[in-house]
């Protein structure tokens, strides 16, 4: 499977953003899916994950009641809903697919990842 996040840019503290993830390659809808994100001087943390049919999501705390992750397997695309961002916010964001079908928020299992896209908000 190949990747390709895109959707990244420059917004202002309370604004949205939609990131998408674009997979090639066959059995993508057997794969499990995750928004990653690194910060400056961090190291890369889970973001999102979803289940192979959709129907199972997994949120970082930081992130729960803002962010929303989805998936459309026809044209398989992952996409990351961003509200209310916040300059914390601020990483490359990168999407990754996983054996695991149920998703999973544990890194060392994602097989596959994207090249990220840059989240930059404001204050």
């Known amino acids: 499977v190949q990747l390709q996040a895109s959707g990244g840019g420059l917004v202002q503290n309370g604004d949205s953003l939609r990131l998408s993830c674009a997979a090639s390659?066959?059995?993508?809808?057997?794969?499990?899916m995750g928004w990653f994100r690194q910060a400056p001087g961090k190291e890369r943390a889970f973001v999102a994950g979803?289940?192979?049919?959709?129907?199972?999501?997994l949120y970082a705390d930081s992130v729960k009641g803002r962010f929303t992750i989805s998936r459309d397997n026809v044209n398989q695309t992952v996409y990351l809903q961003m509200n209310s961002l916040k300059p914390d916010d601020t990483a490359v964001y990168h999407c990754a697919a996983t054996k695991a079908h149920d998703g999973t928020t544990r890194i060392d299992l994602y097989n596959y990842w994207g090249q990220g896209t840059l989240v930059t908000v404001s204050s």
């Open positions: 979803i289940s192979w049919i959709g129907d199972k999501s």
């Open positions: 390659g066959p059995m993508f809808v057997t794969y499990g």
